[in-house]
């Protein structure tokens, strides 16, 4: 069981991005999938949950409408991508999937990817 | 939203010694929904703890956790060196879902 996140990026700012998280050896569509953005030298903070079983995202306040969350689970990948990057954007992205399968999003996050570091800098 | 107030910031000990972290929410969270991770530099975090109290696949039983309502708490009864890391609470009981701000375990 492993997630496997998309390399590190570069990018300027008002470009746009998307980084992705693949899951492996159990059922993708079945379990919640979360992203967690750790800026330089600091704490974790949850962005939001999918259920690729059927594209259910959910976003913390704060993450709303800056960025968005979906899923594709024809080739068990969870998606992260915002459409005019900041440098305060600058941080490592974890994707985490959640301890137990079903619809209830109330869980731990037991099986967490590398992280994909994003860089914005002019 | 709920606010996790972690204590202490740093905490300074060798092995051997216990470790006694506070995880401390600004409402009452369900004992079901708090989590522990630990984090080392460079890695992903790793789930320890869930349900408050419940250690996760293969996590060592010097770590344990307990609590309810809006305090709660990480001990690790003998430290190994392995252990020396950053620990974060995390409630799953009201959205947003909340992080602590972390408590470093450091060597003394």
């Known amino acids: 069981v492993q997630l496997v996140q998309s390399g590190a990026e570069v990018k300027k700012p008002g470009e746009s991005l998307k980084i992705s998280c693949k899951g492996s050896?159990?059922?993708?569509?079945?379990?919640?999938i979360a992203w967690v953005r750790q800026m330089p030298g600091k704490g974790l903070e949850w962005m939001g949950i999918i259920y690729p079983g059927d594209s259910d995202a959910r976003y913390r306040p704060s993450f709303q409408g800056q960025v968005t969350i979906s899923a594709d689970q024809s080739i068990s990948t969870a998606y992260l991508q915002w459409s005019t990057l900041e440098a305060s954007d600058t941080a490592m992205y974890f994707c985490?999937?959640?301890?137990?399968?079903?619809?209830?999003?109330?869980?731990?996050?037991?099986?967490w990817g590398q992280g994909t570091m994003v860089t914005v800098s002019s | 939203e709920i606010v996790l107030t972690q204590s202490p910031g740093t905490l300074s000990l060798s092995p051997g010694e216990r470790a006694t972290l506070s995880c401390r929410a600004s409402?009452?969270?369900?004992?079901?929904?708090l989590a522990w991770y630990q984090q080392k530099p460079g890695q992903a975090p790793r789930l320890l703890i869930y349900?408050?109290?419940t250690r996760a696949t293969g996590i060592p039983d010097r770590f344990s956790g307990g609590g309810s309502g809006t305090d709660f708490i990480l001990t690790i009864s003998r430290l190994e060196p392995e252990d020396f890391a950053v620990y974060y609470c995390q409630q799953y009981g009201g959205s947003p879902w909340t992080f602590g701000q972390g408590t470093k375990v450091e060597i003394k």
């Open positions: 349900g408050a109290s």
């Open positions: 409402q009452s969270v369900s004992s079901t929904y």
């Open positions: 985490a999937r959640h301890r137990l399968h079903g619809r209830d999003p109330r869980d731990g996050l037991d099986i």
């Open positions: 050896g159990y059922s993708f569509t079945n379990y919640w």
